[in-house]
């Protein structure tokens, strides 16, 4: 049976699957991973950012019925204030240390690559904001029906999704797909939950993301790499409904609660920390271990110094 969402709900174990995304998108940004890890890198972005699509979509359920003009917009676009924020000051940073910089800012075309290129944007990983906005945005698309109706167009994008940078088109296409399914099984909490629950289906998850990955890491668009996205979202979320996890996530489930803060400031913290311990020579897999610790503790740290005592700032640097 459908799952009544007109009641909000606090659910532990999908907090806890949003507290492991957020761990491994850290551990993805973390410097320089990719060079150091790039088979452990790889997997990791071949699921972690659909799962948080696909989180994203599941807690959105409660919010597509509502009015578009009077509910959806404006909580929406409080997002868009840590968007600006962050992507303003990431550009002017950027334009003051070049060498933080992978392509020059160009102060003049800083305002059209924040507000129409987010994959332009000086603080690329905002990426995941602008088209998360996008999506909400869209979402009264996929009321009733019409979110399972629109799925095999959503997928047949994910497949073939173009290069359109223009508004981030291309990732709006690549993803949508997961966000989606998430509306869908959101209505189907109970018997998505048992399933998840079940030992059998970790182990089977599992063993199948593995061999799907092992044999498909090398396509790079189509069915394949869209089949294995949600496979890793599987096994992501099966993990976090295990019994034996769940009863020491405690930590996991915090981390998850505060992921929004991690995201958007954890920047902030790696950039010093690595170009400190780069002009001091230290070995790269160090430096991959220190900037992923500053990356996770450093926003929590401002969080509770800062931001949970000065709702102004928690409003430009959250949106919250």
């Known amino acids: 049976m459908p799952t009544d969402l007109t009641k909000p709900a606090y659910i532990k174990e999908m907090q806890v699957a949003r507290g492991l995304g957020i761990l491994l998108v850290t551990f993805g940004h973390s410097e320089p991973v990719s060079e150091v890890f790039p088979a452990l890198w790889n997997l990791i972005y071949s699921f972690h950012m659909p799962l948080f699509f696909f989180m994203s979509g599941f807690f959105s359920a409660r919010l597509i019925n509502r009015n578009w003009s009077r509910e959806i917009v404006p909580s929406t676009l409080k997002l868009f204030i840590p968007y600006l924020v962050i992507s303003i000051s990431y550009g002017l940073i950027k334009f003051i240390v070049p060498a933080l910089a992978k392509r020059p800012v160009v102060l003049s075309e800083l305002p059209v690559d924040i507000l ?124 976090s409904f295990s019994i034996l996890f769940a009863l020491r996530s405690e930590w996991v489930e915090y981390v ?64 919250r």
Not at 259 to 268: A, D, G, N, P, R
Not at 282 to 309: A, N, Q
Request: glycine share 8%; aromatic share 18%.
């Open 116 to 239: 129409f290129y987010p994959f332009h944007n000086p603080a690329l990983f905002l990426w995941f904001l602008y088209i998360l906005i996008f999506m909400r945005l869209i979402s009264p698309l996929f009321r009733g029906n019409r979110a399972i109706l629109l799925l095999p167009l959503s997928l047949l994008g994910a497949c073939y999704y173009g290069n359109i940078d223009l508004f981030g088109i291309w990732g709006v296409l690549k993803y949508l797909v997961f966000f989606q399914s998430g509306l869908v099984l959101s209505h189907y909490q109970e018997q998505l939950f048992k399933l998840l629950a079940s030992p059998v289906f970790l182990i089977a998850i599992m063993l199948l993301f593995a061999l799907a990955y092992y044999f498909g890491r090398h396509v790079e668009a189509g069915p394949i790499p869209v089949g294995i996205a949600f496979l890793g979202i599987s096994c992501a979320l099966a993990l």
């Open 256 to 319: 998850g609660s505060r992921s929004l803060e991690i995201y958007l400031l954890q920047y902030y913290f790696i950039f010093p920390v690595l170009f400190a311990l780069g002009k001091l020579s230290v070995p790269p897999p160090i430096i991959v271990g220190c900037t992923f610790i500053i990356g996770l503790c450093g926003p929590l740290l401002l969080y509770h110094v800062i931001l949970k005592r000065v709702s102004v700032f928690r409003l430009l640097l959250t949106g």
